[in-house]
């Protein structure tokens, strides 16, 4: 029957989110943590009490939970890329912080919290580096606040860990690191636990993670409710890559009428070439617009979400990508016109 895709949230709630020895093994691993600094104990949180992490159910799972000495960890399987993915990470991190101390409290020392994203995409391309002339981000990347001038870092409360996946490319991993990566691209396409000549050598955390994942041993209910979640992926990745090459086609196809027309206007040949190339940015822009529009309108007239009059003239008349963004990763998750900040 093979095994189940860790990056479903079924299965990444079902590894991550009732095995702390696995769950703690990752973040050792992520975080270079050994010996006297490696994590020995976890304790899960409540998910009421976990911040509202960016994307919805599908788009995004998290898991939340403190080591002995209080550190607060905030684990998250980021399926589908957007514009203020990084922006919204930082912010409910940030958040994780703060709220620990409720309004009146007197002041006292905060748990440091960490907030590792385990991203299905690629966030800062070798290419976008390159052209930017700024280093390449690695495949595991660790980020905290550092003093300008001289490197020095002391203001560790927040820190952010990614894990851009597909970075790992074709490549057999090398190291615990990309391994753990390797599981998460892999896993739904083994027939079989790897053996160690064959295939990378698995840590014993990572083996256990996989006899979890095997689907032979879900029950029927389990099989079902990963099925369902597995073709509401498929859906909403179907819909997100649609959107795009439909905004694409349409704001290329306007920006360039909308040039042309400009630049004849004008009358002489400096004129067309201005007059297209600002048709086409603009048209590039209200495409992708139409694109977002439509793909949320999808979404939730597939998951039978009705909206009221004011919320569909509130999304049509939407002219920022970033609240755009936003209303379609919460309609992958609310289960009511209600719930979302329309």
């Not at 050598?201 to 979890?212: D, G, T």
């Not at 979640?229 to 890559?241: L, P, S, Y």
């Not at 569909?312 to 209303?327: G, K, S, V, Y």
Request: hydrophobic share 40%.
């Amino acid at each position: 029957m093979g095994y189940a895709d860790w990056k479903n949230d079924f299965t990444f709630y079902k590894i991550f989110a009732h095995h702390p020895d696995v769950l703690r093994d990752l973040l050792n691993d992520l975080l270079d943590l050994k010996d006297q600094q490696a994590i020995t104990d976890l304790e899960y949180l409540p998910r009421d009490q976990a911040p509202d992490l960016p994307g919805g159910r599908r788009a995004i799972v998290d898991v939340k939970c403190r080591e002995v000495s209080g550190r607060v960890f905030i684990v998250e399987m980021q399926l589908f890329s957007h514009t203020a993915f990084v922006d919204r990470v930082v912010y409910n991190a940030c958040r994780a912080l703060v709220s620990q101390l409720a309004e009146g409290d007197e002041w006292r020392k905060l748990a440091d919290v960490v907030a590792v994203a385990i991203c299905n995409f690629t966030i800062w391309s070798d290419t976008a580096q390159d052209h930017q002339g700024e280093p390449r981000i690695p495949l595991v990347s660790r980020w905290r606040m550092t003093e300008e001038q001289t490197g020095a870092h002391s203001l560790d409360q927040v820190r952010y860990v990614f894990l851009e996946l597909p970075k790992l490319g074709d490549r057999p991993p090398a190291n615990a690191k990309e391994t753990w990566a390797w599981l998460f691209r892999q896993a739904s396409k083994l027939a079989s636990v790897p053996g160690e000549v064959s295939e990378p050598m698995l840590s014993e955390s990572q083996r256990k993670a996989l006899k979890i994942s095997n689907k032979a041993t879900f029950t029927p209910g389990e099989l079902e409710t990963y099925e369902r979640m597995r073709q509401e992926i498929v859906i909403a990745a179907g819909i997100v890559e649609q959107a795009l090459l439909e905004g694409e086609a349409k704001g290329e196809a306007k920006g360039h009428a909308a040039g042309l027309a400009e630049g004849e206007a004008q009358g002489h040949a400096a004129g067309l070439a201005e007059g297209e190339t600002k048709g086409h940015a603009a048209g590039l822009n209200e495409g992708l617009l139409r694109g977002k529009r439509e793909a949320l309108l999808q979404v939730l007239a597939l998951r039978g979400i009705g909206l009221t009059a004011e919320q569909q003239e509130r999304i049509a008349t939407c002219t920022e990508p970033a609240r755009l963004d936003r209303w379609f990763e919460q309609a992958l998750a609310v289960k009511s016109a209600k719930e979302l900040e329309v």
